[in-house]
C-alpha cells in the first residue's frame, strides 16, 4: 500500500499534512483512536451508522482488510457484495491518501546498519526487552528531551502514561535527567519495577566491572602507559552522578521503587525518580 512520506515536502506541505490528519481524527476518532479489545468491550460496531453496519457485516476479516486496504491478494478479485455509502468510501480513500508508508525509499537509520535488531547508540541494557523501533524511538526522543532540558533549564521529566518504563529508564540512567513516571495501568507499573530493578543490577555489575578496569590501570600505569586514561576512566571509583564506562552511575537509592506517594491519580512509578543522576 502507497503512502505518504514526509520527506521531501516543504514547510507549508507538512503543516497542510498536519491539519489534515488532525480534521479526519477527529471527525472519526470514535474509531480510529480506539485499541481493538474496545471493539468488543466498547461496543464499537453500535457506534457506525446503520449503512455502514448492512454493508460490513457478515465479511470475514480477510475480506474486510481486501475491501478496505484495497490490496488483494494473488489471484484475488476485489468484489462489492454491496453498495458502499459514500461516507465509507470518503473515509476509506481519506485513510488511503494521508497514510504515511511502510515501505520508506531510504536505508534504514545508521544505528541498524550493524545488527537490525540493536541499535549501536543504545548500551546493552537499555536495549534488553526492547524492540528495534521502541529502541530508535527511546533514543531520539530522549536525546531531544535532554537537549530541551538543557536549553531550558528544566531540572524534572514527567513521563505521563510510561507504560513500561524503557523511555524514563533511558532518560534517568542514561541521560542523566531526573524522570518522574507515572502509569495508570497497575501490571505496567509492576512490570516497570521488575525492569527498574534488573537495569539498577545491571549497572551495579557494570559499576564494579569498570572500577577493576581503573584499578588495574591505575597499577599499570606504574610500568607503562597510563591505560586509565585510555580506558576513559576517572581515577578511584566513579561517585554518584558520575559517568564511568556508557552509564550514570546512580546515586543512593531514597528509598524502593514503588507507587508516586505525591500524585493523586491513578498508580503510578517513579522510574528513577530520587537517583540523583
Not at 22 to 37: E, F, G, M, P, Q
Not at 110 to 115: A, C, D, K, P, T
Not at 174 to 189: F, H, N, Y
Not at 190 to 195: G, S, Y
Amino acid at each position: 500500500m502507497p503512502g505518504v512520506s514526509a520527506r521531501g515536502l516543504s514547510y507549508e506541505e507538512r503543516r497542510q499534512l498536519a491539519v489534515n490528519l488532525t480534521r479526519v481524527l477527529a471527525l472519526y476518532r470514535s474509531i480510529l483512536d480506539a485499541y481493538i479489545i474496545e471493539f468488543f468491550t466498547d461496543n464499537l460496531w453500535g457506534t457506525l451508522p446503520c449503512s455502514w453496519q448492512e454493508a460490513l457485516d457478515g465479511l470475514s476479516p480477510p475480506q474486510l482488510a481486501t475491501l478496505l486496504l484495497g490490496m488483494p491478494r494473488e489471484g484475488e478479485v476485489v468484489r462489492y457484495r454491496s453498495v458502499w455509502p459514500l461516507t465509507l468510501l470518503a473515509l476509506k480513500s481519506t485513510a488511503y491518501a494521508l497514510a504515511f508508508t511502510r515501505t520508506p525509499g531510504f536505508q534504514s537509520p545508521s544505528e541498524f546498519l550493524e545488527n537490525p535488531s540493536q541499535s549501536s547508540r543504545l548500551t546493552a541494557p537499555f536495549r534488553k526487552h526492547v524492540r528495534p523501533k521502541k529502541q530508535h524511538e527511546i533514543r531520539r526522543l530522549g536525546e531531544l528531551v535532554k537537549k530541551l532540558s538543557d536549553l531550558t533549564g528544566c531540572t524534572q521529566v514527567v513521563d505521563v502514561g510510561s507504560g513500561q518504563g524503557h523511555l524514563s529508564r533511558f532518560m534517568s540512567l542514561g541521560l542523566g535527567l531526573m524522570v518522574k513516571s507515572i502509569e495508570g495501568d497497575q501490571r505496567l507499573v509492576e512490570r516497570a519495577q521488575r525492569l527498574d530493578q534488573e537495569l539498577l543490577q545491571a549497572l551495579e555489575k557494570e559499576e564494579k566491572r569498570n572500577a577493576q578496569v581503573c584499578a588495574a590501570g591505575a597499577t599499570a600505569g606504574r610500568v607503562g602507559p597510563p591505560a586509565a586514561a585510555e580506558s576513559g576512566c576517572p581515577s578511584g571509583p566513579p561517585g554518584p552522578g558520575e559517568p564511568c564506562g556508557d552509564f550514570l552511575q546512580p546515586g543512593p537509592a531514597a528509598g524502593p521503587t514503588g507507587g508516586d506517594t505525591d500524585s493523586a491519580g491513578p498508580a503510578a512509578l517513579p522510574s528513577g525518580a530520587g537517583l540523583p543522576c
